[in-house]
C-alpha cells in the first residue's frame, strides 16, 4: 500500500455501492429505477438502504415493467439526467430489447448527432444454485454485436465501483453488467478517480510468456485464478481482462499473443458467435498464422440452456480445472518452451 | 359482431361532421394562423407524396394528409420546453411545433442541412429547439420514452410537459400498457394522443381490436381520456388546451383519442390500392370531411374569409413549398464521417 493514500477493503459488492453513493452525492441529475430498490434481497448487498440515504424519488422501485421503466430512463436521459435503470436479472431485461437496441443505441446516429441517452442499463448476472434456464443468462455478447451501445462488465472490486462512476458519467448508453459470483471479492480501494469510459479498455492484468488468457467479468477473475495456480505447474499465462466489450479493443490482446504464440479465451455465455469467437477471430485476423504455435482455443457454455439440476449444473459453467487442463494440453502439446517466430 | 366494434358511433362515421366548424369564440386570428399551418402541412406532404411518384425520394414515407387538424390542434398551446415525440408517420408533428419546411424536406432527402443531420430520413425526425424530441418508426417506440421525459419534467419541477402521438396499431402494443400504467402510477405530466385513424397498415381496426375506441384502455389504467373529432381543429385545440393545462397544474397524465382518416396508403403516395385495401367508397366520403375544408368553411360563413384570400395563402404557402424542396435539393450530403462520427457522443 502506498504511504498517504487511504485504501479501504471492500468486497466487489459494496465497491458497486460506493459507486452509487459517490454518484449520488456529486451528481443531482443521477437517479435510479428498477425492480427490487427497496427490497432488502433482490441486488445483494450493491444497493443497501440507498433508498433511506437519497430518498424513494432517487432510488426508484418500480412496477414489473421493464420496457417502460428502460425507455422511460432513456427519455429522461434525453431531457439531461443521467438514469441508471437496474435489472436484478439480465434475463427480464430482455423485455428492454427494443429501448435499449433500437432506441438508445440508434438515437445519437439517427438524429445526427445532436442527442445523446447518457443511460446507465445495469444487468446482473446472477446465476447457479439451480436457478436454471431463465435466471442464469450472461448475454453480453449480444449488446457487444451493437454498434452506439458501450458494454462494460467489471471483474474487480476496484472496476466495479469505477467503471459503474464512468459508465453513468458517459454520454451514451451504456450496459453495465456485474456479477453476483464476484460479489465476496475483496480488494483494497484507493479514492475515487474519475476517468471517461471512452479511454478505458482492455488491461493486461498479469504477465506471462507462455500463454495469452483472456476473459471478461468472472471469466477475466477465472483466468486469473488459472493463471495463479499454472505458475506451480510452471506455466506462465499472461491474463488479460477485457474490462469493456463494446467498443471492443483487443490490441493487448494482439500484443500479447504476438509474445506468447498462444490464445485461450474464456467466456462464461455460449460459443457461437459469441465473444470469444470474436476476440480469435480479431487475433486472427491481424497476427500472421506463422507467429502462432497453436490453435487459439475456447472455453465457454455447451450450446444448452442452463440446466437447474446442481449434477448438470457442474458440467455446465466452466471451471478453474476445466481452464487448466486447457491451456496445459495447449501449451504442452506445442511444447512448453517453443517460442514463436518473428 | 357485438355493439363494443361500433362503439365510437358517428365519430368514426364519415357521412357525420362534415359540416362547418363551430368557431363560436374563437379568435380569428388564431384560426387563420391554424389554417396556414394546416395548409403548409397539407402541401408539404403533397409534395413529398408527387416527389415519391417521380422516384425522387428512396426513403420510405408515411403521409399523414387528412389528419393535420390533430397536430396544429395539439401544438397550439405547447411550449418550446415541452418534450413531443412521433412515430412513424410525424411530418405534421414536426411542422406544427415550427420545425422548418426546408430542414423537413432536406432530411428526407438525406442532406445534412435536414433537421437530423441526414441521418434519419421521413421517420427520424428531431427539432429539439422547437421541442421536437425524435420520432422513430418502432411502432409504439417512442411511448415509453415520452413517460421518461414527463417524469424529467416532475423532476425539474417547472410544469413541462411531454406529448407522445401513436397510432390506434400502436395500442395493440403491450409497451403503452406498461407505460400507461407508469404514467398514471407515478402521475407524470404525459398527454398520449392516439391518432385513431382506423387503420394499422392494411388491416382496420376490425380486425385488430374488439372496440374501435382506443381510449378503453386509458379508462382501464386509470387516466383520464376524451374521445372526439380529430378532423375538428376547434375542439381537438381546446381538449388539448384542458388537458395539457391540467398536467402543468400536476394533474397527472391524459390520454386524448382522435378519430380521423389518413387519405394516403400505409407509405408511399398512393392512396389505398399499394396495399390491397380497396377503401375508395369511405376515403371519398371522409375527403368531406376534410379539417381544412371545414374549417375554411365556416370562416367563410362567419364572413372571416372568401375565396380570394384562401387561394392568395394557398399560393404562398405552396411557394414556401416550392422553395424549401429546391433548396433542399442542391443542400450537400452528409461527410463520409458521419457514418461512423456520430455513433457515439465522443469518438473513442
Redesign the interface.
Known amino acids: 500500500m502506498q504511504s498517504g493514500i487511504d485504501m479501504a477493503r471492500v468486497n466487489y459488492g459494496s465497491a458497486i455501492r460506493e459507486a452509487f453513493v459517490y454518484l449520488l452525492d456529486r451528481y443531482p441529475k443521477v437517479?435510479v429505477i428498477g425492480q427490487g430498490l427497496w427490497a432488502k434481497w433482490y441486488v445483494g448487498n450493491s444497493m443497501t438502504d440507498l433508498d433511506k440515504f437519497y430518498g424513494t424519488?432517487r432510488i426508484m422501485d418500480?412496477?414489473v415493467?421493464e420496457?417502460?421503466?428502460?425507455?422511460?430512463?432513456?427519455?429522461?436521459?434525453?431531457?439531461?439526467?443521467r438514469?441508471i435503470v437496474v435489472h436484478p436479472r439480465m434475463d427480464f431485461m430482455l423485455y428492454a430489447m427494443?429501448?435499449i437496441v433500437?432506441?438508445a443505441a440508434k438515437?445519437?446516429?439517427?438524429?445526427?448527432?445532436?442527442?445523446?441517452p447518457?443511460v446507465t442499463i445495469r444487468g446482473i448476472i446472477n446465476r447457479g444454485g439451480e436457478q436454471g434456464a431463465q435466471h442464469s443468462q450472461a448475454l453480453h455478447a449480444w449488446f457487444a454485436h451493437v454498434?452506439?451501445l458501450?458494454v462494460v462488465m467489471p471483474a474487480t472490486p476496484r472496476d466495479a465501483r469505477d467503471l459503474l462512476i464512468s459508465s453513468v458519467l458517459?454520454?451514451?448508453p451504456v450496459l453495465y453488467l456485474d456479477d453476483r459470483w464476484l460479489y465476496e471479492l475483496e480488494e483494497d480501494l484507493p479514492p475515487v478517480v474519475e476517468c471517461?469510459l471512452?479511454q478505458e479498455g482492455s488491461r493486461v492484468v498479469s504477465r506471462g510468456d507462455d500463454v495469452t488468457l483472456v476473459g471478461a467479468g468472472y471469466s477475466a477473475w477465472l483466468c486469473r485464478e488459472a493463471a495463479a495456480a499454472l505458475q506451480q505447474r510452471s506455466i506462465s499465462a499472461e491474463v488479460i481482462d477485457l474490462r469493456v466489450l463494446n467498443?471492443l479493443?483487443v490490441s493487448t490482446v494482439i500484443q500479447s499473443v504476438e509474445k506468447t504464440g498462444r490464445l485461450c479465451v474464456v467466456d462464461g455465455s455460449w460459443s457461437s458467435c459469441g465473444l470469444a469467437g470474436e476476440v480469435i477471430a480479431r487475433v486472427s485476423e491481424t497476427l500472421s498464422p506463422r507467429k502462432l504455435l497453436g490453435a487459439p482455443v475456447r472455453i465457454t457454455l455447451p450450446d444448452a440452456p442452463a440446466p437447474t439440476s446442481g449434477f448438470l449444473e457442474k458440467l455446465y459453467y466452466p471451471t478453474l480445472d476445466t481452464i487448466m487442463e486447457t491451456v496445459a494440453r495447449l501449451v504442452i502439446r506445442e511444447g512448453v518452451h517453443a517460442k514463436a517466430v518473428d | 359482431m357485438d355493439m363494443d366494434s361500433f362503439e365510437l358511433g358517428d365519430l368514426a362515421n364519415p357521412r357525420c361532421y362534415t359540416e362547418p366548424l363551430d368557431i363560436g369564440g374563437c379568435d380569428p386570428v388564431l384560426l387563420r394562423a391554424q389554417l396556414r399551418m394546416m395548409l403548409l402541412i397539407r402541401r408539404a406532404e403533397e409534395k413529398i407524396g408527387d416527389m415519391l411518384a417521380a422516384q425522387k425520394i428512396p426513403t420510405p414515407c408515411h403521409l399523414g394528409i387528412g389528419q393535420e387538424a390533430i397536430a396544429v390542434g395539439v401544438s397550439e398551446y405547447l411550449r418550446p420546453t415541452d418534450?413531443v415525440?412521433g412515430a412513424h408517420r410525424s411530418h405534421a408533428h414536426f411542422l406544427a411545433l415550427g420545425g422548418e419546411v426546408t430542414a423537413l424536406m432536406a432530411e428526407i432527402l438525406g442532406r445534412d442541412a435536414?433537421c437530423?443531420?441526414?441521418?434519419?430520413g421521413s421517420m427520424?425526425l428531431?427539432g429539439?429547439s422547437v421541442g421536437f424530441?425524435?420520432s422513430?418508426p418502432?411502432v409504439a417506440?417512442?411511448?415509453?420514452?415520452?413517460?421518461?421525459?414527463?417524469?424529467?419534467?416532475k423532476?425539474?419541477g417547472e410544469s413541462a410537459v411531454?406529448v407522445v402521438y401513436f397510432g390506434d396499431g400502436a395500442a395493440e402494443e403491450?409497451?403503452i400498457h406498461?407505460?400507461l400504467?407508469?404514467a398514471a402510477?407515478w402521475k407524470l405530466p404525459v398527454l398520449f394522443v392516439c391518432e385513431n385513424n382506423l387503420f394499422s397498415s392494411h388491416m382496420h381496426i376490425s380486425l385488430r381490436q374488439p372496440s374501435n375506441r382506443v381510449a378503453r384502455y386509458a379508462e382501464a389504467h386509470r387516466i383520464q381520456a376524451a374521445t372526439v373529432d380529430g378532423n375538428d381543429l376547434v375542439v381537438v385545440s381546446r381538449t388539448s388546451d384542458d388537458m395539457v393545462a391540467a398536467m402543468r397544474d400536476g394533474g397527472g397524465p391524459r390520454f386524448l383519442e382522435v378519430v380521423t382518416y389518413r387519405w394516403r396508403g400505409h407509405v408511399g403516395h398512393r392512396e389505398d390500392n399499394d396495399v390491397g385495401v380497396n377503401r375508395s367508397t369511405d376515403l371519398a366520403l371522409w375527403k368531406r370531411r376534410d379539417p381544412i375544408r371545414r374549417l375554411v368553411d365556416a370562416l367563410t360563413v362567419a364572413g372571416e374569409w372568401d375565396n380570394h384570400a384562401f387561394h392568395a395563402m394557398d399560393e404562398a404557402v405552396k411557394t414556401e413549398v416550392e422553395e424549401a424542396w429546391q433548396q433542399a435539393e442542391t443542400a450537400p450530403y452528409?461527410p463520409a464521417s458521419?457514418l461512423l462520427?456520430?455513433?457515439?457522443?465522443?469518438?473513442?
Not at chain 1, 107 to 116: F, K, L, N, T
Request: net charge negative; aromatic share 8%; glycine share 14%.
Open positions: 437517479f424519488e418500480s412496477p415493467s420496457l417502460a421503466c428502460t425507455g422511460a430512463a432513456v427519455g429522461a436521459s434525453l431531457c439531461g439526467y438514469p427494443d429501448a433500437n432506441q438515437w445519437s446516429h439517427m438524429v445526427g448527432g445532436q442527442a445523446h447518457a454498434p452506439g458501450r458517459c454520454d451514451d471517461p471512452e467498443p479493443d | 418534450r415525440f435536414g437530423s443531420r441526414g441521418m434519419g427520424h428531431w429539439g424530441f425524435g422513430v418502432i417506440g417512442t411511448v415509453p420514452l415520452a413517460v421518461g421525459a414527463a417524469l424529467a419534467a423532476k425539474d411531454a403491450g409497451s406498461e407505460s400504467n407508469l402510477v452528409p458521419a462520427d456520430r455513433v457515439y457522443a465522443k469518438r473513442h
